[in-house]
T-cell receptor, first 113, second 116 residues
């Protein structure tokens, strides 16, 4: 079983719709969760992080965390073509993992006009 | 200054060359990281420095040698690389020492390395 799994893509949504990206993780002691956006040929850009159960909103982005279900998601409201990118879920494990992030394989999102 | 910078942007080297990648941040961050990313794959951690000391080496071959001269600078020295080492090399930094649980990592733009 992969340590961090993301919903298989690619995901295609029309402009203005809500894009929903999902991620599950296996380490129950994981404490911090990150979403990165990566455009083709560019480096990952941190767009959201969440540490506590519940929702965290930042502009059009909402991260949701449910530690009991070991599930974290990212919602993008009013999707724009500029949101088209690969989205990487990253999880920092519990214990003395000394900052090691485990990444999911990424979900490719395409927002079409 | 709120970014991580990396030089060079692109590097082409032969298998017998010695070269270095440089990473710099002036945000006062206390942990710095080297990652390798192959096409269509997520980043893979190589090394972690926390408070200028090497805290993680993910069993990286010795042809890659990291160095942290000071709290703002991180180098990756390359020697006798193989063609399969061609990849995007990413540097990242985080505000607190790497042992902290709540510690966002911010990536630089990367160096695209090609080994001939």
């Amino acid at each position: 079983q992969k340590e961090v799994e993301q919903n298989s893509g690619p995901l295609s949504v029309p402009e203005g719709a809500i894009a929903s990206l999902n991620c599950t993780y296996s380490d129950r002691g994981s404490q911090s969760f990150f979403w990165y956006r990566q455009y083709s040929g560019k480096s990952p850009e941190l767009i959201m992080f969440i540490y506590s159960n519940g929702d965290k909103e930042d502009g059009r982005f909402t991260a949701q965390l449910n530690k009991a279900s070991q599930y974290v998601s990212l919602l993008i409201r009013d999707s724009q073509p500029s949101d088209s990118a690969t989205y990487l879920c990253a999880v920092r494990g519990g214990g003395t993992s000394y900052g090691k992030l485990t990444f999911g394989q990424g979900t490719i999102l395409t927002v079409h006009p | 200054d709120t970014e991580v910078t990396q030089t060079p942007k692109h590097l082409v080297m032969g298998m017998t060359n010695k070269k270095s990648l440089k990473c710099e941040q002036h945000m006062g961050h206390r942990a710095m990281y080297w990652y390798k990313q192959k096409a269509k794959k997520p980043p893979e951690l190589m090394f972690v420095y926390s408070y200028e000391k090497l805290s993680i080496n993910e069993s990286v071959p010795s042809r890659f040698s990291p160095e942290c001269p000071n709290s703002s600078l991180l180098n990756l020295h390359l020697h006798a690389l193989q063609p399969e080492d061609s990849a995007l090399y990413l540097c990242a930094s985080s505000p607190r020492g790497s042992g902290g649980s709540y510690n966002e990592q911010f990536f630089g733009p990367g160096t695209r390395l090609t080994v001939l």
